[in-house]
């Protein structure tokens, strides 16, 4: 039996003591270090927790913009579908004859340019027996447009008093015809003709009280300065005159009723 020498086992010993105390010392070095720090506490995840709920806070703000939005078209919607209802109906009416439109009215009789002196109407003849049977012979079974035109061939052939008197039917038959106007002016231009110009002023006026909207308006109230010119009443022409230039601009009136103040201010 060989016996081992007490200086070698101790030798063993503190060799197997170095190498245990080697390892032990290399431990700490592969180890990983632990973050002992908490996520809430991480700069990044703060800001990023900021972000969003901004982005939520934006989004939250722009959904009820849009709802708020989305509730003023509900709300506008049956106005629309007024607009559209009145557009449609106004669309299915006749449009009115084409005239110029003027922003200001053309003067009345009750306006700033109704004549210092009032004409008086002359009276008109006593209607005989035979008046009275042209004035009957105007059948209710004619249209609109042929008792027109009945009244109009009666004017053309100079036939004056009949020719008002068909016109003034008319007119209680059909105050709201589209020929309305013009035979109320028509009343005028017959008694014009016949050199009755306070009668035509007074027939000339109803077109202008009554169609001041319609075709016959700018001619009525231009015959109107011209009945005055024929009384030798030129301060009231010019008024009338002038009314034709300011109310119906660039209409064949305007430049006639130029022409006839050109005439007065050579008198």
């Not at 016996?3 to 431990?27: D, E, T």
């Not at 973050?35 to 939520?56: G, H, Y």
């Not at 053309?156 to 008319?170: G, R, T």
Request: glycine share 4%; proline share 8%; net charge negative.
């Amino acid at each position: 039996m060989n016996i081992v020498p007490k200086s070698k086992i101790a030798s063993r010993v503190c060799m197997g003591l170095l190498i245990a105390m080697f390892f032990l010392a290399g431990l700490p070095a592969c180890t990983p270090v632990k973050n002992l720090s908490k996520p809430e506490e991480d700069p990044r995840f703060v800001a990023l927790q900021q972000e969003m709920d901004r982005i939520a806070e934006s989004n939250s703000a722009t959904r009820q913009k849009v709802e708020n939005i989305y509730n003023c078209v509900l709300a506008l919607q049956p106005k629309v579908d007024s607009l559209e209802a009145n557009l449609d109906e106004l669309a299915g009416q006749p449009m009115l004859k084409s005239q110029a439109q003027v922003t200001l009215p053309p003067p009345k009789a009750s306006d700033a340019l109704t004549p210092t002196g009032e004409v008086k109407p002359t009276p008109e003849k006593p209607e005989g027996p035979g008046a009275m049977l042209k004035k009957a012979s105007v059948s209710s079974e004619l249209s609109p447009e042929l008792q027109y035109k009945k009244a109009h061939e009666a004017y053309a052939k100079h036939l004056f008093d009949e020719a008002i008197a068909l016109f003034k039917e008319f007119l209680q038959l059909y105050p709201k015809h589209d020929l309305a106007d013009n035979a109320q002016y028509w009343i005028g231009e017959n008694y014009y003709d016949m050199k009755d110009y306070p009668n035509a002023i007074l027939a000339f006026k109803e077109v202008m009280r009554h169609y001041e909207e319609e075709g016959k308006a700018p001619d009525a109230l231009l015959k109107i300065g011209y009945s005055y010119v024929a009384l030798d009443d030129p301060e009231n022409a010019r008024i009338y005159l002038e009314g034709v230039i300011k109310n119906y601009p660039f209409s064949e009136a305007e430049v006639k009723a130029r022409a006839k103040l050109k005439e007065l201010e050579n008198l």
